[in-house]
């Protein structure tokens, strides 16, 4: 589909590529022959974690730069946090330098399927989940605490979902959300079900919902650490 469309814009070049799902996938080789069987003999390029955090990083930047002055700020340190389905990537910068980066296996997905039967059997799930990204991200949260953090910066898949839900009711390349604003979406929508969400914002859709309050937790996390 997406060829097809491509091609009525007059596109000249096509790359496909792949990050978490097919570099974890145990069937990678079974994929990647269907996606070009089924795509007329396109090839994917599957990213390794460091190739695709800095093409989300260098998105960040260039859509917050001009806004933020990321670059060029050299009184108090910043960070980037990219919230993928298998990873937790933290950047932090100084005098606009990325100068510690790390990854913790802890995506939403991963967390997800992880924690599944806790989530269907336990009223105590949402504490669960908290201890369980804390115990994850120890390391991640340690060199977090030595800094002073000005400005926290996060990609995920959910962020126009979050922002929607925070009060915005158009999409744009980024969003400011105050901590208080994103505490009480947190507060609320921690407590409920998948069933309970999709009743609750019917702007949600099935995949949304079910991963929505593992992204909350993670953002949460990190707004926690950084102060």
């Known amino acids: 589909e997406y060829i097809e469309m491509s ?9 496909i590529f792949g990050t978490t799902a097919l ?14 069987i089924n795509t007329g003999g396109y090839e994917v390029e599957i990213l390794d974690k460091e190739e695709e955090t800095h093409l989300i990083y260098r998105h ?3 859509k917050c730069d001009p806004e933020f002055n990321i670059i060029n700020e ?3 340190d910043q960070m980037l ?10 950047a932090l910068l100084k005098n606009g330098v990325i100068d510690y980066h790390q990854t913790a296996e802890l995506g939403y997905l991963k967390m997800k399927e992880i924690l599944k039967s806790i989530e269907e ?13 804390s115990i994850n991200t120890q390391d991640i949260v340690e060199n977090i605490r030595k800094r002073r953090i000005r400005r926290l910066f996060v990609s995920s898949h959910e962020v126009d979902v979050i922002a929607q839900l925070c009060g915005y009711n158009t999409r744009q390349d980024y969003y ?9 979406l947190c507060k609320v929508a921690g407590d409920l079900t998948v069933n309970q969400l999709l009743k609750k914002y019917p702007r949600l859709d099935q995949s949304e919902a079910e991963t929505l309050n593992h992204t909350l937790a993670l953002y949460l996390k990190l707004l926690v650490e950084t102060g």
Request: charged share 30%; hydrophobic share 40%.
């Open 81 to 90: 946090a990219s919230i993928s389905s298998g990873n937790v990537s933290v």
């Open 23 to 36: 570099r974890e996938a145990r069937n990678r080789l079974y994929i990647l022959e269907q996606i070009k």
């Open 60 to 62: 960040m930047v260039l």
């Open 74 to 76: 050299t009184k108090e």
């Open 121 to 133: 059997n336990s009223e105590r799930f949402k504490t669960l989940l908290m201890e369980f990204i």
């Open 7 to 15: 091609k009525t814009y007059g596109v000249e070049s096509i790359k």
């Open 176 to 184: 400011v959300i105050n901590a208080e604003d994103f505490g009480k």
